[in-house]
């Protein structure tokens, strides 16, 4: 998993979603036939599946705590929520 830093076991939802987007595009793009890469960003996008699954995909939390297999939440306005409302009609 691609978080914020090396020992670190929580993080932000957003800064999770994106890094490990982002940690994907390069792995392909530079390491495409390294097998040990592929697998790499292969666990974490399965790791990232199972999170979501786990948290019922209720992201309606600041983040995720590896450590400690749950969602976390410091500050309310930090909170990522999942519902969409639309508000044109």
Not at 5 to 12: I, M, Q, R
Not at 14 to 28: G, P, Q
Request: charged share 20%; proline share 1%; glycine share 4%.
């Amino acid at each position: 998993m691609f978080l914020d830093g090396a020992g670190t076991t929580l993080c932000e939802y957003w800064y999770l979603m994106n890094v490990n987007a982002m940690a994907y595009a390069l792995v392909r793009l530079r390491f495409e036939k390294d097998a040990e890469w592929l697998a790499r960003v292969d666990k974490s996008a399965t790791r990232l599946k199972e999170m979501a699954q786990q948290l019922h995909y209720d992201f309606n939390s600041q983040g995720y705590d590896f450590a400690k297999g749950a969602a976390f939440t410091n500050h309310d306005i930090y909170r990522q929520p999942t519902l969409w409302v639309d508000t044109a009609t």
